[in-house]
């Protein structure tokens, strides 16, 4: 990719809610400073404007970070965790395998912190080195892992196939809150040409995490104008593929060329969307050869 291609990319990510991305979207959440809103007591978002929201959960026996996504984004995560704690960082957890979410681990070993990723995801990194990637330190496996510190637990959920591999949704259940990598994006369309996503397992995991007890959750990326969202935004993510499924299914039925199918498809109800304008033709290509071919990527669990 360009370096203009890469900037066009982030700036998307991040969105039309940039400027405004550090207020604060819920009730019951305050900004700490301009990159840093506590969410709830002792957890935190950190949004650098970078379009990559990361978490930190912050206890008597120190602190947990979710997400270090590069080290110029982890050297940021690092400086606002000691903005607002002494406490050290005891463990950095990565959502899921890919280079632009899992990178910059070494800022955080460097700081003491033990790295750790689900079994999943770590295959992949140890297959397909990236420039700023370390390998995790610590590796869990199957559906579930607790880490509790000085009584506050988070909760890692692996919920099989949906996007990349070794995806892990967290939770605080005393707190009622969740960190959502990729998996919803409030306020923007799929995205580019949704890659690496099984619909299929995807649409399964939405109901899953809207199943789970939460009241906020933290998005890796948003467009809402906070990083700070709720369950509605799963269900409006939801909603927004099996619309997309709706009217390509609907142009299927009307007969209409299949290969004018994508552009042909709109969704008005999301026109005001992040990316709707440029993404929707792709996210329709990319829905359609899924219902067309049958759901990939895929492997057995
Ligand atoms: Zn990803």
Same mark, same amino acid.
């Given at each position: 990719m360009t370096s203009s291609a890469r900037a066009y990319v982030l700036a998307m990510a991040a969105g039309i809610g940039m400027a405004i991305s550090?207020? #604060?979207?819920?009730?019951?959440?305050?900004?700490?400073?301009?990159?840093?809103?506590?969410?709830?007591?002792?957890?935190?978002? !950190?949004?650098?404007?970078?379009?990559?929201? #990361?978490?930190?959960?912050?206890?008597?026996?120190?602190?947990?970070?979710?997400?270090?996504?590069?080290?110029?984004?982890?050297?940021?995560?690092? +400086?606002?965790?000691?903005?607002?704690?002494?406490?050290?960082?005891? !463990?950095?957890?990565?959502?899921?395998?890919?280079?632009?979410?899992?990178?910059?681990?070494?800022?955080?070993?460097?700081?003491?912190?033990?790295i750790m990723a689900h079994e999943k995801a770590v295959e992949w990194m140890e297959a397909n080195p990236g420039q700023d990637m370390v390998l995790p330190d610590e590796i869990w496996s199957g559906a579930r892992k607790d880490i509790?510190?000085?009584?506050?637990?988070?909760?890692?959920?692996?919920?099989?196939?949906?996007?990349?591999?070794?995806?892990?949704?967290?939770?605080?259940? +005393?707190?009622?809150?969740?960190?959502?990598?990729?998996?919803?994006?409030?306020?923007?369309?799929? !995205?580019?040409?949704?890659?690496? !996503?099984n619909i299929k397992e995807w649409l399964r995991t939405l109901n899953e995490i809207e199943a789970l007890d939460f009241d906020m959750a933290v998005f890796s990326h948003s467009n809402s104008g906070s990083a700070i969202g709720s369950k509605q935004d799963i269900a409006e993510s939801r909603e927004f593929i099996t619309d997309?499924?709706?009217?390509?299914?609907? +142009?299927?039925?009307?007969?209409?060329?299949?290969?004018?199918?994508?552009?042909?498809?709109?969704?008005?109800?999301?026109? +005001?969307?992040?990316g709707y304008n440029q993404w929707l033709e792709m996210n329709a290509w990319r829905v359609m050869l899924d219902m067309w071919m049958g759901p990939f990527p895929w492997q057995p669990e």
């Open positions: 550090a207020t #604060s979207g819920q009730a019951g959440s305050h900004a700490v400073s301009e990159n840093v809103v506590e969410v709830a007591d002792g957890i935190y978002a !950190f949004d650098p404007n970078d379009g990559y929201n #990361s978490m930190f959960v912050v206890t008597d026996d120190g602190v947990i970070a979710v997400e270090s996504v590069n080290s110029q984004h982890a050297t940021g995560l690092l +400086e606002a965790i000691k903005s607002v704690t002494d406490q050290p960082v005891r !463990f950095l957890l990565q959502s899921h395998n890919h280079w632009d979410h899992a990178s910059g681990g070494s800022v955080f070993r460097e700081a003491g912190a033990t509790t510190l000085a009584g506050t637990t988070l909760e890692l959920h692996y919920m099989g196939m949906n996007h990349g591999l070794g995806m892990t949704v967290f939770r605080l259940p +005393e707190e009622k809150v969740v960190y959502i990598a990729d998996l919803v994006t409030p306020k923007r369309v799929l !995205f580019t040409i949704v890659p690496d !996503f997309l499924q709706g009217a390509i299914v609907a +142009e299927f039925q009307k007969g209409t060329n299949p290969f004018a199918i994508a552009s042909t498809v709109k969704l008005p109800k999301y026109e +005001e969307w992040a």
